[in-house]
């Protein structure tokens, strides 16, 4: 099958590379970038484990062909913190509990990462509404929900201090 | 001492130890999306193996032609079971002692069987060439149903075992028949039954589940044909029985395989099996001389890997006019599938069903489990439970329920006036298990209490006569609970997974600068060993939890044990844990001894140090005893300070606890909306209670989704109607309920600190407490049982057939 030139700005980094037009993203970064943080739980958008954010916009990169990435924005997990450090969300998990066998998470942090954007200050019933598309089938969410509400009271708290 | 000199306390806290919630060291890395999985492993060279499944449940197989597969390029090599027959791999021993196919020989048994294994240099090929072998299939009757499997004229499912009268387990009594196995006294407990003044009779199913962790099963095998020596990186929750049943299959010697548990996401039961998919990857591997990985996709995770349940549970209860129970009977009709493959002791193919007079005083009963074969998936695993435990827990707690309306009684009534009382422990149960230690009454009181059960029930008869009167729609469930546990499997003497006994294992080297790492038999597969066992060695050994690594999971470096499942982690190797603790101590006594020049028996242990008895200022802390077992001739004393303790479990432990769910139903619609869920555990000794908590939190959840949706579904010709997360349900964030926790603590006697393990309760006790919600909500309408899941058409039906829809 012939190959597609492909642009890809991944977690601050230019990437450009071959690929097969069939070729998934998820598939790309994992197996080609070396990118194995979002992973892969079902191919069929439901677990939300493969989330990562395109052009500012959680997407899930195992219904997404790479070369509808084109060009794009990329960040995952990897790329939410400089490498060796946590940010605010990484470290509330870590502090909350958000987390156990560590597979949903970093689908779920980066999902995290960007309702925190779209709603600063969210309700509960807005974080669990806003993550219904990730799922843990360790934690039963309450301590996800603890840890991303925490974050954002961090993060809102240091907004306030700073202006 | 002065000022400076810390407190007692102050040198407690610092070690993090037993009931610190010590945040966990494991989510460095996860936050960081630095875990090393399966699927993460990457190999130089490393080919892709994947499988052609069957699409029928029950098929000869006429023809394989693999020829145009093989044509594509990148593909290396496609396996049948031709190729696997001279190596006697085209079928292999389950855990069950029955015998499963590697790859389809002659004939296929459920759909999604494993036909044909293809090895290409990439998925992408590899998926390619999967539609490209031709497989010629001639169509059989199909059965799904166990009880059609047993009539007289069932077609043969396995042929392989014509004329085999005797299996695994016994007499087999029929061609599709697999064991019965009993326990209990049969006649007693019908005398008893036959001439009770209460008989409560129900059919009670447990439908068939997955444990669907969120990473699915996969392996990555090397056979480095240099050294001889082959590794395998794979999903497993027991290492080491892995590399058991590799080397006695393969012929290659122990000691040249390894095998690496690596992160694992999730197991729940689900990673216990030896699936094909090992074997082939294994075999690929030896055959192409490169790595072969295999990684399922979630449709071949709920197909074909390891289900869970599947027994139709017929019972009998009887009690007095005023509610005292005087006997249980139990009846299974257990569905195993196509080949018996559940992972259990080998003395229990029904695994601890026998559990099932749960946490009450009852004096007789008595057990039958008929296991049977049809057309589905092979499997039967302990779904988050230990080994048919949440059957059992499910069984019982419907029973009372359904009693308790043939008496007429409250159901909490019903418990209290039967529990096993605090003075009657160690407990002999009249199904042969001694339970360790438990304290029902007071739990139970504390749980009721907490959610003003009085008060509830007032409410919820106020909304029934609120109903009768049209103003309202909307019912209130009050799910009751009490479930009691066997975990921790278990002593050698009556438990072995295909002859090894279930002991398990921990070795302990101290460094000289007062760290260690500590080496365990188990996995962890998010239940946060690398946090916990620290801790219990820091209690034991007095080093900080922060300065001990624990590792798992790699058989050239970790010592032999049976793995992690059914909760026995911290009952089994949490007590070898504390054991070489001990081991370490009494060396480091002598060392102290030495150095403080006074008499071995002169020194006491105190949190992190010896210190000389009534003269606490002289001590040897125990990173100081380190160094000096590295440093200084102790005369009598070989240099180092490691121990290595292989733990043999006396008993089980029996942890137990109270559930309590308020549900609102819709009459109308069959939405259910949990109003208020309250959990209260008693797993003996608290280790982190932080971890405990996350662990009922997440196995709540599973209960909820087994409990109100989720399940493995075959239409009549064998069909798997829920294959994808669409139609197998997993609640996500939105559906799930707030949790309330609390606890008690009642120690195991037998345990060295008196944990019992908490992972599974909740799974066992949570689906009981759901399901009750529903039939409660219902019972002043007439409802006696009704099956799970009760997913909304479902509740929305019992309201029609009771006639509430007008």
Known sequence: MSKMHLKLKVNGEEKELLAEPRELLIHVLRERLDITGPHIGCETSHCGACTLEMNGKSVKSCTVFAAQANGAEITTIEGLAEPGTMNVLQNAFREHHGLQCGFCTPGMITRAHRLLQEIPNPTEEE????????LCRCTGYQNIVKSILAAASEMNAAKEAAE | MNDLTPTSEERSAKLKGLGHSRKRVEDARFTQGKGNYVDDIKLPGMLFGDFVRSP?????????????????????????AKDLEPLNLHWMPTLAGDKQMVLADGKVLFQGQEVAFVIAEDRYINADAIDLVEVEYEELPVITDPFKAMEPDA????????????????ERRHHNHIFLWESGDKEATEDVINSADVVAEEMVYYHRTHPCPLETCGSVASMDKVNGKLTVW???????????VASLLSGIEEHNIRIVSPDIGGGFGNKVGVYPGYVCSIVASIVTGKPVKWVEDRMDNLMATAFARDYWMKGKISATKDGKITGLQCHVTADHGAFDACADPTKFPAGFMNICTGSYDIPVAYLGVDGVYTNKAPGGVAYRCSFRVTEAAYFIERMIEVLAIELGMDAAELRAKNFIRKDQFPYQSALGWEYDSGDYHTAWTKALNAVGYKDLRKEQSERVAAFNRGETRSLLGIGLCHFTEIVGAGPVKNCDILGMGMFDSCEIRIHPTGSAIARLGTISQGQGHATTFAQILASEIGLPADSITIEEGDTDTAPYGLGTYGSRSTPVAGAAAAMAGRKIRAKAQMIAAYLLEVHDNDVEWDIDRFAVKGAPEKFKTMAE??????????????????????????????????????MEIDVDTGVHEIRQFYA????????NPMIIEGQVHGGLTEALAIAMGQEIAYDEIGNVKTGTLMDFFIP??????????DFTETPSPHHPIGAKGVGESPNVGGVPAFSNAVHDAFRAFGLRHAHMPHDQWRIWKIANDLGMHG
């Open chain 1, 127 to 134: 974080v669990r509404h806003g993550m219904a598309g990730n």
């Open chain 2, 56 to 80: 029928y449940a029950h098929a000869r197989v006429k023809s394989i032609n693999v020829e145009a597969a093989l044509a594509l390029p990148g593909v290396i090599a496609v396996l049948t």
């Open chain 2, 155 to 170: 077609v043969v499912l396995r042929e392989d075992l014509a004329g085999q009268t005797t299996g695994a387990h016994g």
């Open chain 2, 234 to 244: 794979g999903t497993f929750q027991a290492p080491h029985v892995v590399r058991t």
């Open chain 2, 625 to 662: 005893i380190a160094y000096a077992s590295y440093n200084q001739a102790v005369p009598g004393v070989e240099p180092g300070l490691e121990a290595v303790s292989y733990y043999d479990p006396p008993n089980m432990t029996y942890p137990f606890g109270a559930y309590v769910c308020v």
């Open chain 2, 680 to 687: 209260l555990d008693d797993c003996g000794t608290r280790i």
């Open chain 2, 732 to 741: 996500t964030a939105w559906e799930t309920p707030h949790y309330t926790t």
